[in-house]
C-alpha cells in the first residue's frame, strides 16, 4: 500500500490524505478519544466477564457493571481510557490507521511526542512496542474478532528519532483455528530505513459469542 501524502491538520492528528488505494482503504482511528468507544457500541462493556474469568474462562463480552464487580472497581472503570489516548495531544500517541481488507493489512502513520521519550532524543522501546501492540492487534481484531495479545517479539535494529513519523506496515500472515499471526515492521516514511520488525500471536477469546466488532471498529472511523 502506497502512501503518497500525510498532513497534521485534521483534528490535529496525522492524516493520509492519498494513498495507492483509495476504494478498499479504510480510514480507522478507535483511538480518537471522542469516537472511541462508540456511543451505540462498547460504552461501558467490558471485554472480560468476571465471573468467566474467576472460572478460568475469558472473553464472554457483557456491560461492565453488571453483576459481580469486584475484580473491576466501577468508578475506577468509568475513567478508563484508551492507554495510546492518556496523553495531551501532540505530548504522547499521535497516529491513524488505514486498513485494507482485501490485503488484511493495516498501515498505521505514527507520529510520537516527546513524552515518549527513552535514551534523549529516542522513543523509549515500550512506546514503540505499545504502537506495535495495537497496530497488529487491531489487525488482528478486524481479522479475527474479539482477541488478546498472546506473544509479541520485537527486534529493535535502529533507534526512532523522537518526534520522527514512522509507518507500522503490518500483514495478517495465518489464522489457525482460534490462533491469528500477525508480522509488522516499522520504517521510516521514505521507506529507506528499518527501524524495528515483529510477528505477534493473538488468540480469539469465546468465539461462540462474538459479535460484530470489526464493524463497529470501522463505524469508529470518521465521515469520510
Ligand atoms: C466488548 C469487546 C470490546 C473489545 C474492545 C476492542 C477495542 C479496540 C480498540 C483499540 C484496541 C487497540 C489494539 C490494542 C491491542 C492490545 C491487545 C493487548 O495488549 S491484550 C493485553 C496483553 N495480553 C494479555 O493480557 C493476555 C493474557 N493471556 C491470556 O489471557 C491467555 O493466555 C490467552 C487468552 C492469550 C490464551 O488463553 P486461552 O485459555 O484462551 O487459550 P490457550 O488454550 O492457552 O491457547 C490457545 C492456543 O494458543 C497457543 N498459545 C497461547 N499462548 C501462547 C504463547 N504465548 N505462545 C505460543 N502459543 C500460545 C496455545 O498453545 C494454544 O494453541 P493450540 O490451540 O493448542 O494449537
Not at 523522537?162 to 521510516?188: M, T, W
Not at 516514511?189 to 520488525?197: F, G, R
Not at 462474538?210 to 463505524?219: A, G, H, N, Q, S
Request: aromatic residues 8%; hydrophobic residues 35%; proline residues 6%.
Amino acid at each position: 500500500m502506497q502512501i503518497d501524502y500525510y498532513s497534521n491538520t485534521q483534528d490535529g492528528h496525522p492524516h493520509v490524505v492519498k494513498d495507492g488505494h483509495p476504494h478498499v482503504v479504510k480510514d480507522c482511528r478507535p483511538h480518537v478519544s471522542t469516537r472511541w468507544p462508540p456511543r451505540d457500541g462498547l460504552q461501558g462493556k467490558a471485554v472480560v466477564d468476571e465471573q468467566a474469568y474467576r472460572e478460568g474462562k475469558l472473553g464472554t463480552a457483557r456491560p461492565a457493571g453488571e453483576g459481580t464487580s469486584e475484580l473491576i472497581n466501577k468508578e475506577k472503570l468509568s475513567q478508563g481510557r484508551l492507554f495510546t489516548r492518556s496523553f495531551e495531544d501532540g505530548l504522547g500517541f499521535e497516529y491513524v490507521m488505514f486498513y485494507n481488507d482485501a490485503e488484511k493489512r493495516i498501515v498505521c502513520v505514527f507520529q510520537g511526542g516527546p513524552h515518549l521519550q527513552g535514551m534523549p532524543g529516542f522513543f523509549h522501546g515500550g512506546a514503540i512496542a505499545t504502537m506495535i501492540d495495537a497496530t497488529v492487534g487491531m489487525n488482528a481484531i478486524v481479522s479475527g474478532g474479539i482477541v488478546m495479545t498472546a506473544n509479541l517479539n520485537i527486534n529493535f535494529k535502529r533507534p526512532i528519532p523522537l518526534c520522527s513519523i514512522v509507518l507500522i506496515n503490518s500483514q495478517l500472515d495465518k489464522i489457525e483455528g482460534r490462533k491469528l499471526l500477525v508480522s509488522c515492521n516499522v520504517q521510516s516514511v521514505d521507506e529507506k530505513i528499518l527501524y524495528t520488525e515483529a510477528t505477534s500471536l493473538f488468540v480469539k477469546l469465546n468465539p461462540e459469542k462474538e459479535f460484530d466488532i470489526k464493524e463497529l471498529v470501522l463505524k469508529s472511523a470518521p465521515p469520510a
